[in-house]
C-alpha cells in the first residue's frame, strides 16, 4: 500500500484522491485494501460532484461490510477527496454532521 494517491474522472471532473496516513495504517491493521477504498468512492459516480468544499462525509457498503470517512476539498480548481479512515462497518463511528452516503441505496436509485 505505498501508492498514496489516485485521481478519477467523473464526468469530465478530476477528482484526486488522497489516502491519509491515518487511513493507510488503519486499512493494513483492518485487512482492507486501497482498492476496496478507491472502489467505494467510485460507486457513487456523479453523486460525488453533489458534495460541498470542505463537507466531510462516509462512505458505506452493507455488502461488503466496509466504511471510510472523507473530507472533499476544492483548491485552485482541483476537487481533492481525503480519506481519513477506513473500518469494517460493524465498528463504524461517525461525527454528528457528516454526512453518510450508502453506496447500495445509490444503485437502487439508479435502477
Known sequence: M???????NIEGELINIDLSNHSLKRCEERGISKYEIYSLILKLGENLLDLRNGEQFAI???ETGVGIVNQITAEYGEIFITVITAIHN????????????NVNEVYECIA
Not at 460493524?90 to 452516503?101: Q, Y
Open 2 to 8: 505505498n501508492q498514496k494517491y489516485y485521481q478519477i
Open 60 to 62: 458505506v457498503d452493507k
Open 90 to 101: 460493524d465498528n463504524i463511528w461517525i461525527s454528528k454532521g457528516t454526512k453518510v452516503l
